[in-house]
């Protein structure tokens, strides 16, 4: 009888092991659920990194776009930064949420390393970032033009991690609104 308690520990620690370690090997460890996705991205008014503007909710509308959160304290944010600048050269609009951050340490990280981004929200408290689910940056969400969120990536977006995404991105491009009834203005096609 003695014998068998002292097994007990480790029947205990491989069934833990087995538990815990069940999402370790998983493909998509990089995507949390967002209760966020196919909804508005949150109401906000905050101050523009680059000038003296406030930016609302409403500038996140028009075509779709991927908005990025992002801090100079971030070393992943570093690693990301030159394949925005790619995404950007080649067209991909970019709207960056400086999480955290100082402003003037912002500027300086955006003319060293290149800005890929249309503006930057600044959301130095995290409001922005806590409203959105942030866990920490960088992370990337996935904006159509009427200012859905249609999808989430935590974590460096690079050229393998577009590759998954991108199929999203260009659905929201191309994205053409349903035949409206009792004659209503359909509004088309969507850029």
């Given amino acids: 009888m003695n014998r068998i308690l002292l097994f007990i520990p480790l029947i205990i620690f491989i069934v833990m092991a087995i538990f815990l370690g069940g999402g370790i090997g998983r493909e998509d460890k990089d995507v949390l659920p967002s209760p966020l996705i196919g909804k508005p991205f949150p109401q906000f008014i905050l101050q523009q990194v680059e000038a003296d503007k406030q930016l609302t909710q409403s500038d996140l509308q028009g075509k779709p776009m991927l908005v990025n959160v992002w801090a100079t304290w971030c070393p992943t944010c570093k690693a990301e930064h030159q394949f925005l600048n790619t995404l950007a050269a080649e067209g991909v609009r970019i709207i960056g949420i400086n999480y955290k951050d100082d402003d003037d340490e912002a500027k ?3 003319r060293d390393f290149g800005n890929p981004y249309e503006f930057n929200i600044s959301d130095p408290k995290g409001k922005l970032g806590l409203e959105l689910g942030v866990y920490g940056a ?15 990536h935590v974590g460096d977006l690079n050229q393998r991690v577009w590759q998954k995404y991108k199929g999203i991105f260009d659905q929201m491009k191309t994205h053409v609104e349903p035949v409206k009834q009792d004659g209503e203005e359909n509004k088309g096609e969507k850029q």
């Fill in 108 to 110: 300086v990280w955006l």
């Fill in 138 to 152: 960088p992370e990337t969400f996935f904006v159509d033009g009427d200012g859905i969120i249609r999808a989430k």
